[in-house]
């Protein structure tokens, strides 16, 4: 698999492709967390946005609304994570995740380390509290209350450096066919990726099968194993 990313990384990382408002990248949070504290100090992060439905300018339809509240409840079954329904009583809706996305590589310009918590947060915010994370000045809230400096988190997330770096992050996404989100893929671009996995998968299906992995010196050509161990 070719190299996720322009940036040059030589040593071993999780690359994963996610999307602040694609639900199951939602439930796959508390996982992922878990992921990344279990291996910090052995594997880095880097946080790629995958733009589901970035730039989108149509108001949901009652077949649309019909559709996700499906897909909310299949994600809330299987992962425990909370929704708030209410988000249906809305009039109108454009499901527009760029300005969200954005959010993400704002915290990751500001603090690498800060783009997965942030990412974890803004999720929250949009399925379980009903708040618009398609609004600038509501992103910039969630910021604030993550503990960003506000007014230096909004410069930066107007920031046409932002934008651009936005886009490259879907652009690499698109390249690599990632097709589905959550995407994790582990390795380095030294000797290649191997895929963790293409969906939601439980934190206990993952942990000890990356554990042997790492152990057999992370072998990309047993990418199948990483994920499904």
Known sequence: MTEPTTERMTERNFVYFADPMCSWCYGFAPVMMKLFEQFQGRMGLKVVMG??????????TDKDRAYIREA???????????????????????????????????????DVEGALPLK????????????????????????AEAGYNRDVFAEAFAAPETQNETFRDFLTAQELGIRG????????????????????RRFEDLSEPLERWLA??????????????
Do not use: H
Request: with cysteine.
């Open 51 to 60: 733009g589901l439905r970035a730039g989108n300018e149509t108001p949901m």
């Open 72 to 110: 909310w409840k299949k994600v809330g079954e299987a992962t425990g994570q909370p929704f708030d329904m209410a988000f249906f009583e809305r009039e109108s809706f454009t499901y527009n995740t760029e300005p969200a996305c954005r959010a993400v590589v704002t915290a990751r310009r500001l």
């Open 181 to 200: 989100f959550p995407t994790l893929l582990a390795g380095s671009n030294e000797t290649g990726y191997a895929l963790v996995t293409n969906g939601y």
């Open 216 to 229: 057999a010196g992370a072998p990309v050509r047993s990418a199948e194993e990483a994920g499904q161990g």
């Open 120 to 143: 974890a947060r803004i999720s929250r915010a949009f399925y379980g509290q009903n708040r618009d994370m398609t609004n600038a000045e509501e992103i910039c809230d969630v910021a």
